[in-house]
């Protein structure tokens, strides 16, 4: 069998974005609140991470593309709540958000992790920002660590 590459839980020393949406911000704080923790959790230095408020989802990527070509910035995490309306205007936000967010992790070759809920109801959304259950915010923040470490040793592979 051939190398394995595998993250660690370990954040100490990484550099972090967060852009966070102000829209629907009554769950984007829960997820930001979450994202922090888990940070911290992974001994995540405080001066170590910068959180910059955006309008909205679509507004996520180009903040998110700045902060990721800056060499002192080793990942970037997306937070956002789109919630279903009357229109498509859903669609709409939730794709673009999504779809620039993928750009630029391509783009800049870091990682860019999409921690945007998508969902059709603000329950779905409190459900997914819980404090102390499920937090999405929690879950991106651990896959920023782990991809960190990740993007690191698949450089340095074969």
């Known amino acids: ?11 100490r020393g990484k550099k972090i974005a967060v852009v966070a949406s102000r829209f629907n911000e009554f769950i984007t704080q829960r ?16 001066g170590d991470i910068t959180v ?4 909205g989802t679509f507004e996520i990527p180009v903040v998110a593309k700045k902060f990721a070509k800056r060499k002192d910035v080793h990942g ?7 919630i279903r309306g009357e229109t ?6 939730a794709h673009g958000g999504a779809q620039g ?4 992790a391509l783009e800049t070759e870091k990682p860019v992790i999409f921690g945007v ?20 915010g929690r879950d991106a923040a651990l896959a920023a660590v782990e991809m960190i470490d990740v993007m690191k040793q698949a450089a340095k592979a074969l």
């Open 52 to 55: 910059a408020w955006v309008p």
């Open 117 to 136: 809920l998508a969902v059709d109801t603000v329950e779905q959304a409190y459900k997914r920002s819980d404090d102390s259950g499920d937090n999405k």
């Open 31 to 46: 997820l930001l609140d979450g994202c922090l923790q888990e940070l911290e959790r992974c001994h995540v230095g405080e």
């Open 1 to 11: 069998m051939g190398r394995t590459i595998k993250g660690t839980e370990n954040g």
């Open 101 to 104: 967010i993928m750009q630029v």
């Open 76 to 82: 970037v995490i997306c937070l956002g709540a789109v």
């Open 88 to 93: 498509t205007h859903f669609e709409l936000v």
